[in-house]
């Protein structure tokens, strides 16, 4: 699987991005959609999570402020990011995983400025 992430970019502290992973394939086959973060000298870390059947889990840190959706018709998954912190800067990964699949899409940059 093939993963495509964008939406990534410069954002003042309170703004909003939101990020887009489009997959090679269709999305409704895959178990758990996944984004995760990597700030520098930090491990990647799991940010969000959306099952094939719409359920949604999210990491303490993000909880109330990020949404992840999935468009299944487009093979996409977003991340909506909303009131962001200097701490939510890091590299953001997309993820998918099955049974017998796990890819990771490139990783798009998030920096929030103060």
């Known amino acids: 699987v093939q993963l495509q992430a964008s939406g990534g970019g410069l954002v003042q502290a309170g703004g909003s991005l939101r990020l887009s992973c489009t997959a090679s394939?269709?999305?409704?086959?895959?178990?758990?959609m996944n984004w995760y973060r990597q700030a520098p000298g930090n491990q990647r870390d799991l940010v969000a999570t959306i099952t094939t059947r719409g359920s949604s889990s999210y990491a303490n840190s993000v909880k109330g402020r990020f949404t992840i959706s999935r468009d299944n018709a487009k093979n996409t998954v977003y991340l909506q990011m909303n009131n962001l912190t200097r701490e939510d800067t890091a590299v953001y990964y997309c993820n998918a995983r099955t049974r017998y699949i796990d890819s990771w899409g490139q990783g798009t940059q998030v920096t929030v400025s103060s």
């Open positions: 394939i269709y999305i409704f086959s895959i178990d758990t």
